[in-house]
T-cell receptor
Framework: DSGVTQTPKHLITATGQRVTLRCSPRSGDLSVYWYQQSLDQGLQFLIQYYNGEERAKGNILERFSAQQFPDLHSELNLSSLELGDSALYFCASSVGGNQNTEAFFGQGTRLTVV | GQNIDQPTEMTATEGAIVQINCTYQ??????LFWYQQHAGEAPTFLSYNVLDGLEEKGRFSSFLSRSKGYSYLLLKELQMKDSASYLC??????????FGTGTQLKVEL
């Protein structure tokens, strides 16, 4: 158990809908990262928050947004969902704000868009 | 830009040694990670190399050559439970971590 909690574990929704994925980082970790993993593209970095502020941005679509709350949990919002958004979404956390330390991954949310 | 290359699949025998290579082209390169990921599970940290050379950690070792943009993960005394995907990832400019697509290792009897 990495100490990172993601909910829900599975989500099935229809195209055009909006969903929210939730992540609670390890106790003491200030950074939260979101990744998308699909079968053909591997693990893609989406966005990082550090202590409530956006720290780095990767290949995140405009239909997607995220935030980190004062209690350090984070939410990833996916809207106008398309079939191609079906993937495993991982959250990871680390102590520092730079991506040069070990990150601990949650078990992921498997999103299926039908 | 960022580009990571690693073989898609490898097969090795239980008890043997296997080397998984990774080449990278990363602007503002800082360091290189190796993660292990079993099917349907979360990636777990194996190693992080910043300086050139070999770092050993039990059965797993990782090597980095910054000048060649090259790294490898060495797994010794292979066990069946080592069957997994091994992800190479480079940290670069803009505080971004770029993952390769992973090398699926199959350990056979």
């Amino acid at each position: 158990d990495s100490g990172v909690t993601q909910t829900p574990k599975h989500l099935i929704t229809a195209t055009g809908q909006r969903v929210t994925l939730r992540c609670s980082p390890r106790s003491g970790d200030l950074s939260v990262y979101w990744y998308q993993q699909s079968l053909d593209q591997g693990l893609q970095f989406l966005i990082q928050y550090y202590n409530g502020e956006e720290r780095a941005k990767g290949n995140i679509l405009e239909r997607f947004s995220a935030q980190q709350f004062p209690d350090l949990h984070s939410e990833l919002n996916l809207s106008s969902l398309e079939l191609g958004d079906s993937a495993l979404y991982f959250c990871a956390s680390s102590v520092g704000g730079n991506q040069n330390t070990e990150a601990f991954f949650g078990q992921g949310t498997r999103l299926t868009v039908v | 830009g960022q580009n990571i290359d690693q073989p898609t699949e490898m097969t090795a025998t239980e008890g043997a040694i296997v080397q998984i290579n990774c080449t990278y082209q990363t602007s503002g390169f800082n360091g290189l990670f190796w993660y292990q990921q079993h099917a349907g599970e979360a990636p777990t940290f194996l190693s992080y190399n910043v300086l050139d050379g070999l770092e050993e950690k039990g059965r797993f070792s990782s090597f980095l050559s910054r000048s060649k943009g090259y790294s490898y993960l060495l797994l010794k005394e292979l066990q069946m439970k080592d069957s997994a995907s091994y992800l190479c990832a480079a940290t670069g400019g803009g505080n971004k971590l770029t993952f390769g697509t992973g090398t699926q290792l199959k350990v056979e009897l």
